[in-house]
């Protein structure tokens, strides 16, 4: 019976907070990686949107940085479900549950799918100093130099990561060049642009300024096909277009809430969601970043919960070849 109570006692809560919401308490915008990075700038600028959408509302920005994402996100999945604890998660929470064996979290069983946010084309872009100028010159000085070139990424289950992986796979490279990680984004683009390390693949996020600037060599986009509107990498190739066949690679950011959220709450939420998507100011920062905001059906909880079911399934077998796991 005192359980039973308990129960009712909690249930009653979250009602009353779901007609009241989003009341005076911050709704917190958890970006599982540091701050600075990619995924970490698309949430300032969601949460600026989605702050003019919802009337009375005060979103901030919380970075739970470590394990390729992991940590952020289990902290939102175990987080009261009250609609004040939100996670912004790239292809990441499709590619952690083959690169880690032991996740505290079940992606499509512990959080409300709120909706898909942008889709960001990645990169590949190699050290200032490196003798080539084209991709078909960058893959032959690879072979060329099998075994003396690194590959940074920003740590395990990384969009860098994965995107290294992918693309190492498909030009039959894995042994050819040692990986270097890194713990985060800044630090392995400053490791390129120093000389460190040879090359790297990234969002257009973070490398675009850089590319612009000089400071890296771009060599080819991982869309199936060349970015023709983008006024910096309408040049670049498709990794598609020079030859491998199927490679399509977005890195893509949907907003998730903890399992259990008031139906009422997340309809609120959702709608903010989509007024932000349509934001003149957020489409332009979006653009800038050479981000594409979603404007189909996978704005919807539904769509992309199942949008990411598939990508789930698409990666599993592309990460599990590869071999690279972590507890």
Not at 30 to 51: I, K, N, Q, S
Request: hydrophobic share 45%.
């Amino acid at each position: 019976m005192k359980r039973l109570l308990v129960l009712a006692a909690a249930a009653t809560a979250l009602f009353a907070n779901a007609q009241t919401y989003p009341g005076s308490k911050p709704i917190s915008i958890v970006v599982p990686f540091a701050a600075g990075g990619p995924t970490d700038r698309v949430a300032r600028d969601l949460a600026e949107a989605m702050r003019k959408a919802l009337p009375g509302s005060n979103f901030v920005v919380e970075n739970v940085n470590g394990a390729g994402g992991t940590i952020g996100a289990t902290k939102v999945a175990k987080a009261s479900p009250d609609g004040h604890t939100l996670l912004l998660f790239h292809i990441g929470m499709a590619s952690t549950p083959a690169l880690y064996r032991k996740l505290q979290y079940k992606p499509l069983e512990d959080f409300e799918y709120l909706g898909l946010v942008n889709e960001v084309p990645m990169t590949l872009i190699g050290k200032p100093q490196l003798p080539a100028n084209t991709y078909r010159d960058f893959e032959n000085y690879i072979r060329a130099n099998s075994g003396k070139l690194n590959i940074a990424h920003a740590g395990l289950g990384s969009a860098s990561h994965l995107c290294g992986l992918m693309w190492q796979s498909a030009i039959n490279a894995k042994e050819a060049m040692t990986t270097i990680p890194f713990g985060g984004t800044g630090p392995a683009m400053n490791a390129l642009v120093g000389g460190q390390v040879d090359l790297m693949c990234d969002q257009t996020t973070n490398t675009t300024g850089q590319i612009e600037a000089g400071r890296v060599k771009a060599f080819a986009v991982t869309t199936a096909k060349p970015l023709s509107k983008h006024k910096l990498l309408k040049d670049y190739p498709s990794l598609q277009e020079m030859g491998l066949k199927g490679f399509d690679l977005t890195i893509w950011h949907g907003l998730y809430a903890p399992k259990g959220t008031p139906p009422a709450i997340l309809t609120q939420l959702n709608t903010a969601l989509k007024a932000a998507l349509k934001d003149a100011d957020f489409i332009k920062k979006q653009d800038g970043l050479g981000a594409v905001v979603v404007t189909d059906n996978r704005v919807e909880p539904a769509a992309h919960k199942a949008f990411v079911a598939g990508q789930i399934a698409k990666l599993k077998p592309v990460i599990e070849a590869a071999g690279k796991f972590a507890d």
